[in-house]
C-alpha cells in the first residue's frame, strides 16, 4: 500500500497550504511511565506514512533503537497529505516528505529543513504502455493519463525530455491516481505514469500491459527526506543527530541478509500487508545509510546530488504552476548533521 491517497507533488496546495486541515488524528504520545528514565525529557514529533523508506522507522521503533539513543521521539501516522497539513500547522516538530513537496510546503510559511534522505524511488514509480507499446518514441501521438502535478507526471516530464521527446507530442490526460487502472483499460489511453501498488492494479487490469519506464531508470529523480521545523532544529541539533544515527542502524539492519525478513515483517505488519508482497515495494525503494547520506548532500547538479534533484523539481513545480516562482532550494537544505558524523 504505497502512497495511497497520497499527493506527492504538488496540486494538493489547496488542501494544506492555503487551507491546513489541523482536523488529522494525531496518537498520543507515551505515558511517562513508559519512556526510559535516560531518554531526553523534551519530545520530539515527527510525522510518518505509508512509504517503504518512511515505514522503515518502524524497525528502528519496535527495537527501541531511540530510547536507547538518549531520544524521546513521538512517531505519528498519518495519511501522507495529512501529515503535511499537520506540519505546516505547527503539531509536529519534523515531517518524512518528498524533496519536492518540501519546497511546496516552504511556500506556504513553513520551514522544513531537509537534513537527510531515506531514500530515493528505484522503481516504484513506473509508466505502463499498452501491448504494442514498447518504448518512449513509442508514446508520440498517443494518449497518456497521469495526474497532473504528482509525483509521476514528474517522472514521465523528465522521461520525455531525457527521450528528446516534447511534451505536445504526447495527450496529457489528467486523472486521479487510484481510477488510473480503469482509465488504463479505456481504449483511448495507450499509457500512464502511477506508482506502486496501482500500478500492479492497471498491469493486472490489461493484458499485454507492460513497465517502459521506472524511477530505477532515474535515480535520484525523487528523493525522500526527514525535514525538521528550523525553529526546532536550531534548538536541538544534538539531538538530531542522534536521529540520524538511528536511521543509520536502521538501514543497516534491513539491509542485512541475517535480518533482512524480520525488518520487512515488522514494516508489512505496520501497514497491513503480507511480507511477500511488501518485499516487492521495499525492492522498490533505495535506503540511504549515513554513508549515502554523505553522497547525496554533497552539493552538485545531477541526480546523484539531492541538490540537483531539488532544482530540478523547483523547475518543474513553476512550469506547471505549483508556485509561481522558484523557491530557495538552497536555503532549505542543511548538510551540517550528516557532514558532522561519521
Not at 527495537?63 to 503535511?84: H, I, M, R, T
Not at 500487508?273 to 518485499?279: K, L
Not at 541526480?303 to 523557491?327: P, Q
Amino acid at each position: 500500500m504505497i502512497r495511497t491517497a497520497t499527493l506527492s507533488m504538488g496540486v494538493m496546495l489547496s488542501m494544506f497550504l492555503t487551507a491546513c486541515d489541523n482536523t488529522a488524528k494525531v496518537p498520543e504520545a507515551q505515558p511517562k511511565a513508559e519512556q526510559s528514565a535516560s531518554t531526553s525529557t523534551d519530545t520530539i514529533s515527527i510525522g510518518y506514512s505509508d512509504w517503504p523508506g518512511f515505514v522503515a522507522w518502524q524497525v528502528a521503533i519496535e527495537k527501541g533503537w531511540l530510547k536507547e539513543a538518549g531520544l524521546n521521539v513521538d512517531f505519528k501516522w498519518f495519511d501522507y497529505s495529512s501529515s503535511l497539513n499537520a506540519f505546516s500547522a505547527n503539531q509536529l516538530d519534523a515531517v518524512l516528505v518528498t524533496n519536492g513537496d518540501n519546497l511546496i510546503t516552504s511556500t506556504g510559511g513553513t520551514k522544513g529543513i531537509m537534513i537527510m534522505a531515506t531514500d530515493y524511488s528505484a522503481g516504484n514509480d513506473v509508466i505502463i504502455a499498452k501491448d504494442g507499446i514498447n518504448s518512449l518514441a513509442d508514446l508520440k501521438g498517443k494518449s497518456v493519463a497521469t495526474e497532473k502535478g504528482l509525483v509521476d507526471h514528474l517522472l514521465l516530464s523528465t522521461a520525455l525530455t531525457d527521450a528528446k521527446i516534447p511534451s505536445a507530442d504526447i495527450k496529457l490526460v489528467n486523472s486521479v491516481t487510484n481510477e488510473l487502472p480503469q482509465v488504463f483499460a479505456s481504449p483511448d489511453i495507450s499509457a500512464i505514469a502511477v506508482w506502486q501498488p496501482v500500478a500492479n492494479q492497471a498491469l493486472k487490469a490489461v493484458a499485454g500491459s507492460k513497465i517502459i519506464y521506472s524511477s530505477k531508470d532515474k535515480p535520484g529523480l525523487i528523493y525522500d527526506t526527514l525535514s525538521v521545523n528550523m525553529t526546532h532544529l536550531s534548538a536541538h541539533k544534538e539531538e538530531w543527530k542522534k536521529v540520524i544515527q538511528v536511521w543509520d542502524k536502521t538501514v543497516k539492519f534491513i539491509n542485512d541478509p541475517a535480518t533482512h525478513e524480520e525488518a520487512v515483517q515488522i514494516m508489512a505488519k505496520r501497514v497491513g500487508v503480507d511480507p511477500a508482497q511488501y518485499e516487492q515495494f521495499v525492492g522498490g525503494t533505495h535506503l540511504l545509510d549515513l554513508a549515502a547520506n554523505k553522497t547525496v548532500f554533497t552539493k552538485g547538479t545531477g541526480f546523484d546530488s539531492i541538490y540537483g534533484s531539488t532544482y530540478h523539481v523547483n523547475k518543474f513545480n513553476v512550469e506547471n504552476g505549483i508556485y509561481t516562482a522558484e523557491v530557495d532550494a538552497d536555503g532549505l537544505i542543511n548538510p551540517a548533521l550528516i557532514e558532522s558524523l561519521k
